[in-house]
């Protein structure tokens, strides 16, 4: 299990679909947003299980789960 520190937040991405519009898009496209799986206790804006929009190219990933900064995040989708 990952458990993140400080202000940082696990995040399961969600898969791009694919569009029909002839280009080729691979079967799973990374996107920018995702379902929070863990956070750092200093985290005070987002919760686990929050869907989330994040900046683009800015996590790390670890098997599959990135790890992103809170101020990364910059909105929670759905509330």
Do not use: C, H, W
Not at 31 to 43: D, F, L, M
Not at 54 to 62: D, G, L, P, W
């Amino acid at each position: 299990m990952i458990k993140p520190t400080q202000d940082y937040i696990l995040v399961e991405p969600e898969a791009e679909e694919a569009s029909n519009s002839g280009l080729y898009i691979p079967e799973k496209q990374q996107s920018n947003y995702g379902i929070v799986k863990a956070r750092g206790i200093e985290v005070k804006n987002i919760n686990t299980g929050d869907k989330v929009f994040f900046k683009q190219y800015s996590a790390i990933e670890i098997d599959d789960l990135l790890l992103l900064k809170e101020e990364d995040i910059l909105a929670v989708i759905g509330k």
